[in-house]
């Protein structure tokens, strides 16, 4: 059960981190959404080895299972909005990447 | 109970009519001039009572709580009347001239507005009984002042402005860091009692003197923190009038000379060793001001360096700590805002109806506005130190004073300067009633006709006859002279 | 009677009526929902008016909702600093519902707009969010919260659909999800090991541990992504400058200080103790930076909101003062938890003052049709109440008295100085004068001379809305006595002890 929990763990870890790398490295919107549900994959199974590790009898703690359904709901929800507007401004602009910067200095809008 | 009323109703007075201005509409000239004059007359009036008042021994004290420990705190002690009266009567002659300067110009709701403004921050200056409510007032006065300084709305007028405000904000910082700091060792000060900073470590009292002092110097126009004054000469008249006599750097002065007088008290400054420091600023700053003035071409300018000429005089007076020169520095507070205030009076009037804006120009004035030009000439001998017209009085208590504190040096910087004052001064009365007039054509119209309108020419010939009667009268016990020579009696204890 | 409205069911209310008034709003249609908005809107305040006279009779206000108790449960918890961001958030929104009519109710005589139509419920649910946060007493909740606040604020952004609008709140979004999923990361930590989630249960609990501090870093990282503390500021100006004036308000004005808010619920509530000096200056160290990059970054703008939006920048950055300064000086300071209180207000003064500058900023669009500082002239003459609403709102940017910035600042100044903790002092002058700077530049161009060409005129109560809110502003630094005390109920003690 022990090593199960922990390979849970060390799972999302990694998930975590390569998520983290693609939304800093990937210029692509959609590379980095995908990169975004990554991260939260791996969060999501830290938190189930969270809760095989508090588990008493009959398989487990149910409060982080919740929590991870309702993570799961917000980040389909996020997921959406962000496809969405990457559509938009793919439809509006033509671009499937972010302006380099935003504009910091004197520039009209 | 009218002993906590009366500070707040001298406030209200200033502090209504400008929000009663600012929500009338541009054209209602009437009203707008009705309130203007009842706030001016009914301060001046509340004023009158509170003399009274204050010399049979009473004090008046509204204290209202912002949070523990943070109070904003109104008290009416002598030294708080003589600024505030000084202001009360000077506003109700302002606003006269400014009514019959500005005629049916722009903006003028904004412009009243803010004027009535900056009149309550300087009246809540006078009366603020502790740090924290001197310093609220001495932002209000600052940000109530901007838009007068740029009402005119041109490039001049907005660079001046940005000046301004770039000095005596910087100013506000060195002050509020200074407050704060000798607070945080202190707890909050009043300026009442004593000694309340015995025993403080003398680095961190001079620093903070430092930081107060040198914030306080910008709108007192220390040299090297006068530049916005000479630049702010771009405003109407009347602001200028407000800014030289009436308001900022007097604020400034009057912030010195509680500082030195009320916070720290004349023993302990001597004692740190600050008094002398304080002195030789203030005498440099007297020579550096009446120098550059000689130099300058347009007579408001020349006006202006002669105020931060001047009203050094009044942190000489209190730098060199004894009580006579004390006297000397506030009794200056008082006769270099009357005679200051006829000058910048006067030269507005000149520029409207001679348009007479360089020296040059004023060739023949005296015989075209004998009235305008009689009391310029006034307030001109009386800033040189001609007996027996007010500035003879200061300089003279002055000159006691620096001899009292074995200070000989200062009087040849009394000296000097007024030689100097006599050398940018008597050139302007001489081109005035003994040239020509440039335009030899002189327009035929009868003596007083000639000189405007008469809201031009009223206040300046009262201010001139105030500061040649407080010149006359000094011996009065309600003369600027013997007000002064009242509170420097308490203060001191004599 | 008082006894009646003092059991109330106010708390609840709060996060109830505006997700009810959400739901209701969309099938009603763009032509009635802007009503129910306003309506729901403006039982707001008069809601958090109730839950502070229940929170001053009766002490801190917990709520189980549906009976379940925490750590089973969803708790509520209102304390002084809920209460009086309640108060803030509801009045804010109020007046900004009421200036966005101009913008997003239907006209007489037009078809019903996409954007009408959404906009209403999108206020809504951001409003039902912020209500959430401020009330929440469960970490996961609190995610929960500023997730659907994040939800509603993006499509806010670009809800009228320009390009650049769409690119901010992409970059918007993708920081704002970042942030969270790094704030979930961290709540499983603490989960995993404590076993609860609920705020005063987690207090209690707290073990220093390696597992704690790791909760901890992630957690912080996440909130300051959120609310855009230097370096992670790169998605705000372009975010609260591209949305509609009424958004941009509410964005600069409450959605940053929902994710502060939690933040120092963490540090303050959660684990005071295990706060180091280091992370505490660290914070500070990042506050100093927002504030003078904010500030020098706002000077060389040449549009009216990006400048404002860079404000907002710097503003955040005093922010986080109150971490180094919490507890500094007590016994140099009449009252308690100076630095604390200080911070707070300053939320608070800055959400009424940025609001109106921002509603300003939109009726300068709408009647100028663009926001270029260089040609603003004559906008005195044009909309005079607006211009002195935006000064007004100014001074509590620059701390100038008499305005809540001014008290927050002296507040802090105080604390500062008095712990021997001078370093602190000096961004927070330099600020001021570089705020003065800023808004100083904005008024230049609106007091000079010369007649505005083609303004199209608006009407005075259209500016009484941003002046309404910068009075408020103002009132705030005249009267902090009944802020101050409010904020003393249910203080967290680390507040007056500071952390670490």
């Known amino acids: 059960m022990t090593s199960a929990a922990t390979l849970y763990g060390l799972a999302g870890a990694a998930l975590v981190g390569i998520g983290l790398y693609g939304l800093a490295v990937q210029a692509h919107v959609l590379r980095k959404i995908l990169a975004f549900n990554l991260i939260g994959s791996g969060v999501f199974l830290v938190f189930g080895a969270v809760a095989g590790r508090g588990g008493g009898a009959g398989g487990g703690d149910p409060v982080p299972q919740a929590m991870v359904i309702t993570g799961i709901v917000v980040a389909l929800s996020a997921t959406a909005l962000a496809v969405a507007l990457a559509l938009r401004l793919f439809r509006e602009t033509g671009r499937v990447t972010l302006p380099p910067d935003p504009p910091a200095g004197a520039r009209d809008g | 109970m009218t002993d906590a009323l009366l500070p707040a109703l001298v406030l209200a007075t200033s502090l209504l009519p400008a929000l009663v201005i600012f929500l009338l509409p541009e054209p209602a000239w009437r009203l707008r001039t009705a309130v203007n004059l009842a706030g001016a007359a009914a301060k001046l009036a509340l004023v009158v009572v509170m003399l009274a008042g204050v010399a049979g021994g009473a004090t008046y004290e509204l204290r209202l709580p912002l949070v523990p420990g943070l109070d904003l705190l109104l008290r009416v002690d002598a030294l708080a009347l003589l600024f505030v009266t000084l202001s009360a009567f000077l506003w109700l002659l302002t606003t006269i001239y400014a009514i019959a300067y500005l005629g049916d110009g722009p903006d003028q709701s904004r412009f009243f507005g803010f004027f009535s403004l900056c009149v309550a921050a300087t009246t809540g200056i006078a009366l603020s009984g502790s740090l924290i409510t001197f310093f609220v007032f001495y932002e209000l006065l600052t940000l109530s002042t901007w838009p007068l300084v740029v009402h005119r709305g041109d490039a001049g007028s907005l660079a001046a402005g940005r ?186 009037a000149l520029a409207e109806t001679l348009h007479a804006h360089r020296v040059e120009e004023l060739d023949g004035a005296g015989r075209r506005m004998p009235l305008t030009m009689l009391a310029f000439s006034i307030a001109a001998l009386g800033m040189i130190g001609v007996p027996p017209m007010a500035g003879f009085v200061s300089k003279w208590w002055l000159g006691m004073g620096a001899l009292q504190a074995g200070q000989p040096w200062v009087l040849a910087v009394l000296a000097g300067s007024s030689l100097l004052n006599a050398a940018y001064f008597l050139p302007l009365l001489h081109r005035a009633w003994f040239l020509p007039p440039r335009d030899a054509e002189a327009p035929a119209v009868p003596m007083f006709r000639r000189e405007g309108d008469w809201g031009l020419v009223l206040p300046p010939v009262i201010t001139a006859a105030a500061a040649l009667a407080a010149g006359l009268f000094a011996a009065f016990a309600f003369s600027p002279l013997g007000w002064a020579r009242l509170i420097i009696a308490r203060d001191y204890g004599l | ?280 200056t660290l914070l500070g160290g990042l506050g100093t930076a927002a504030i003078l990059a904010g500030s020098l970054l706002a000077l060389r703008q040449e549009r009216l909101k990006l400048a404002i939006a860079y404000s907002t920048m710097a503003q955040l950055g005093y922010l986080f003062l109150m971490f180094p300064l919490a507890g500094g000086g007590t016994e140099a300071q009449p009252w308690s938890a100076g630095a604390w209180t200080g911070g707070v207000l300053h939320a608070v003064s800055h959400a009424l003052a940025k609001a109106a500058m921002f509603l300003v900023a939109g009726l300068v669009l709408q009647a100028a049709g663009h926001d270029r500082i260089r040609a603003l002239q004559g906008l005195g003459r044009a909309m005079p109440v607006a211009v002195f609403a935006f000064g007004l709102a100014g001074l509590s940017l620059m701390g100038l008295p008499p305005s809540g910035g001014f008290v927050a600042k002296w507040l802090l100044l105080t604390a500062a100085l008095a712990s021997g903790q001078w370093w602190w002092a000096v961004p927070m002058l330099a600020g001021g004068l570089l705020a003065a700077g800023y808004v100083f530049r904005l008024l230049n161009p609106a007091l000079s001379a010369g007649e505005g060409q083609g303004w199209r005129p608006v009407r005075r109560r259209w500016q009484a809305i941003p002046l309404a809110l910068a009075l408020l502003s103002v009132a705030l630094g005249l009267a902090p006595l009944l802020p101050y005390l409010l904020l003393g109920l249910g203080r967290s003690p680390a507040a007056e002890e500071g952390l670490g």
């Open chain 2, 163 to 348: 000046r301004y405000l770039g000095y005596t904000l910087g100013g506000s910082a060195a002050l509020l860091l200074g407050i704060l700091w000798l607070e945080s060792a202190s707890g909050p000060v009043e300026f009442t009692a004593h000694g309340r900073l015995v025993g403080l470590d003398a680095g961190l009292l001079r620093g903070c003197f430092l930081l107060m002092v040198g914030g306080l110097g910008v709108k007192a126009a220390l040299v090297p923190l006068h530049a916005w004054l000479p630049a702010a000469m771009v405003a109407p008249a009347p602001v200028s009038a407000l800014l030289h006599a009436v308001a900022v750097v007097k604020a400034g002065a009057f912030g010195i000379t509680r500082v030195v007088l009320d916070v720290f008290g004349p023993g302990l400054v001597q004692e740190l060793g600050l008094g002398l420091p304080l002195a030789v600023a203030a005498s440099f700053t007297i020579l550096y001001g009446s120098l550059r003035a000689l130099a300058q071409s347009d007579i408001k300018r020349r006006l202006a360096f002669s105020t931060v000429s001047q009203v050094s005089y009044i942190a000489l007076g209190l730098a060199l700590a004894g009580p006579v020169a004390a006297v000397g520095g506030l009794v200056h507070l008082v006769h270099q805002g009357l005679m200051k205030i006829t000058l910048f009076f006067c030269a507005g």
């Open chain 3, 1 to 280: 009677m008082a006894d009646g409205l003092a059991d109330g069911p106010w708390a609840e209310l709060l996060v109830a009526l505006p997700l009810a008034g959400m739901l209701l709003a969309l099938p009603l249609g763009g032509r009635q929902a802007h009503r129910l908005a306003l309506l729901v809107l403006a039982a707001g305040p008069v809601l958090a008016l109730l839950l502070a006279a229940q929170l001053w009779q009766g002490g801190v206000v917990g709520v189980a909702l549906g009976g379940f108790a925490a750590p089973l449960g969803i708790a509520l918890r209102a304390d002084g600093l809920s209460v009086l961001m309640l108060l803030t958030t509801a009045v804010v929104l109020c007046a900004t519902g009421l200036a966005a009519r101009a913008g997003f109710a239907p006209r007489p005589g037009q078809g019903e707009t996409r954007a009408g139509l959404l906009f209403w419920p999108l206020l809504l649910a951001l409003w039902g969010a912020l209500n959430a946060v401020f009330l929440g007493n469960d970490l996961f909740n609190l995610y929960v919260a500023l997730e659907l606040l994040t939800l509603a604020a993006v499509p806010l952004v670009c809800i009228e659909g320009k390009p650049e609008a769409v690119a901010a709140a992409l970059r918007y979004l993708l920081f704002a999800l970042l942030g969270s999923v790094l704030y979930l990361l961290g709540a499983a930590l603490l989960y995993g090991a404590h076993g609860t989630l609920d705020i005063t249960l987690l207090a209690a609990r707290l073990q220093p541990g390696p597992a704690t501090w790791m909760a901890g870093a992630l957690m912080t990282a996440g909130l300051l992504a959120k609310t855009a503390l230097y370096p992670l500021h790169l998605w705000l100006p372009p975010a609260h400058a591209a949305a509609p004036a009424a958004a941009s308000a509410v964005l600069s004005a409450l959605v940053v200080k929902a994710s502060f808010f939690i933040l120092l619920r963490l540090w303050f509530d959660v684990m005071p103790a295990l706060a180091g000096l280091g992370g505490a």
